[in-house]
């Protein structure tokens, strides 16, 4: 029975957490838990872009990007991605492929998000990939995308069977 007194702790160090934050503190994590994640806003973007939002989409990039480029760039810039989503059998359905960061100049980084379209699952390697670029960990505002062509992509092939004529 010694799990009680830490149990104990654990409420008692909750409920006084609590009382100390008061209303402030508890609006605060209200507005966090609504806030969606880095993920969340990338898929988000694109899915505006694919759906050809673009003014929703143009709203979600950070300040200094929309400063940059005037809403009629932006659509043009963005029109591939939509395209790209008009494809027979593509549409909006898209699937997080893979989180990394890319090294600049001078030691520099940004962290990306790549998603595949749904509908590319079945191959091994999609063939393009659409990547969202942020400034860091922390910001949820868009600060480059893209549309990359990823290779050839091949179908999965069942594992034990041979090519057919040879």
Known sequence: MQWLPAASAGLLLLSLTAVGMGRSGLKGMQHNARRPSQSQAAGQFLRAVLRAN????YGRLAPEVRQGI????????????WKSGQRP??????????LGMRLGDKGSS??????SFAADSSLRIPSELLEVTFRDTASRAVLDFSLRP?????PNKPTGTKPHGR
């Open 54 to 57: 673009y003014s929703g989409a």
């Open 70 to 81: 005037s809403l009629p760039r932006f659509v043009a810039a963005a029109r591939p991605l």
């Open 89 to 98: 059998g593509r549409g909006t359905a898209i699937e997080l492929y893979k």
């Open 110 to 115: 940004r962290l990306f998000y790549s998603f």
């Open 150 to 154: 990823n290779g050839v992509a091949v």
